[in-house]
């Protein structure tokens, strides 16, 4: 969120991210391997459940610097970050995010209010208003400001606009004891070819008789023919 960028006190990189290590500092590096030791069941849960864990976090001794202010803002690694949803990191908003606060409070990280509004004790403020601590964005509402900080920052070279599409693998195969219904051959001399248009549909056996073995070995139509030829 563009509104909330001067807001940004730290990230969170995925404990899982292929290249958290890169990021680690040497003094760190005891600290982040230790932890990493701790949450290496996380990547098998769900979005749901890493939601609901508690977070923790270790500081990977890195620094990100903020585009909107240029400030050095600290790097962790957590385990609430998901490494193969978005980028698998993630900047903090502790003043106007749940989660970031929680966090923030735990390992006493700065909060900075940039959304005018009521903070009740132990919440954080998600509703409209002006921006404050913003630099010359300053009593913008905040739908305004996000127009106005995209422009902004695409000028100066530091952001472009784009489409996140929250989507995750759909596994076609699904209750499908075939498989896919993608009708392909695998040919000795050609490898994996794709049935040829003119050829479909492809019936499947009904008949088919389970126990031991794979059922594909016995009941599935096995052709003496390759597309390519």
């Given at each position: 969120r563009p509104d909330t960028l001067f807001g940004v006190t730290f990230m969170v990189i995925s404990a899982q991210h292929p290249r958290l290590m890169e990021l680690v500092t040497n003094e760190q590096k005891p600290d982040i391997e230790e932890f990493l030791k701790k949450i290496k069941t996380v990547s098998q849960k769900s979005m749901k459940e890493v939601e609901e864990l508690?977070?923790?976090?270790?500081?990977?001794?890195?620094?990100?610097?903020?585009?909107?202010?240029?400030?050095?803002?600290?790097?962790?690694?957590?385990?609430?970050?998901?490494?193969?949803?978005?980028?698998?990191?993630?900047?903090?908003?502790?003043?106007?995010?749940?989660?970031?606060?929680?966090?923030?409070?735990?390992?006493?990280?700065?909060?900075?209010?940039?959304?005018?509004?009521?903070?009740?004790?132990?919440?954080?403020?998600?509703g409209e208003g002006k921006l404050m601590n913003s630099g010359e964005f300053n009593r913008?509402?905040?739908?305004?400001?996000?127009?106005?900080?995209?422009?902004?920052?695409?000028?100066?070279?530091?952001?472009?606009?784009?489409?996140?599409?929250?989507l995750k693998d759909w596994l076609i195969s699904r209750q499908r004891y075939w498989?896919?219904?993608?009708?392909?051959?695998?040919?000795?001399?050609?490898?994996?070819?794709?049935?040829s248009e003119k050829d479909l549909p492809i019936k499947l056996p009904e008949k088919v008789k389970f126990g031991k073995g794979n059922p594909l070995t016995t009941f599935f139509i096995n052709p003496e023919f390759c597309p390519e030829f």
């Open positions: 508690e977070k923790q976090g270790v500081f990977t001794g890195s620094y990100a610097i903020n585009p909107a202010n240029g400030e050095k803002i600290p790097v962790w690694a957590g385990n609430f970050v998901i490494a193969d949803y978005g980028s698998g990191m993630i900047m903090a908003v502790p003043a106007h995010d749940q989660r970031d606060f929680e966090f923030a409070k735990k390992y006493k990280i700065p909060v900075k209010q940039v959304i005018s509004g009521k903070i009740e004790k132990g919440r954080v403020y998600t913008l509402n905040n739908d305004e400001a996000k127009v106005k900080i995209r422009k902004w920052l695409s000028k100066k070279g530091k952001a472009r606009k784009t489409i996140q599409f929250k498989g896919a219904p993608i009708p392909v051959i695998y040919c000795d001399k050609c490898g994996i070819v794709p049935v």
